[in-house]
């Protein structure tokens, strides 16, 4: 079991190959299932995260500064930042998230990565949808459900 304390909030996208992923966050109960592709693990910053896999999957793992996130969360809601908490999500699907997770992955593999613009514009369309779709201020009903299949 692996035991990593998040300081940034991040995203996890399932590029491919299931894998069995168990994901234990402090204060909160054990969450465990087959992880396919396509399917998105979100961690707030600040939580230590106990993680236990099986198998070989290709993984994107991005993680946001949380400065950015804030500054997004803010000017969304023209709230403070700090009433802005990111949720926890398991497995979940979000098409937004997912083009821009494959957006982030093929800029890696042309080059594009390093270009401050580029990966300046990505990291706030990241941090404006967790803040739209997966936080305390989403509106309405709960977009992504924890589990959505």
Partial sequence: MNNHGTEPPSVIYHL???????????GQGRE???????????TPGGMTAHWQHTGHPEILHVYLRQQ????????MYDCDAARVALWPRFAIQD?????LAITINDAMDEGWAGSTV??????????AQLARGHSSSTRGSRLFPNRSR
């Fill in 16 to 26: 491919t190959r299931p894998t069995e992923v168990a994901r234990k966050i402090q």
């Fill in 32 to 42: 465990r299932e087959l992880i396919g592709p396509r399917r998105i693990t979100l």
């Fill in 68 to 75: 950015l996130f804030d500054a997004v969360a803010a000017e």
């Fill in 95 to 99: 098409p937004l998230l997912e083009e």
């Fill in 118 to 127: 580029f990966a300046d514009t990505l990291a706030r369309m990241v941090a």
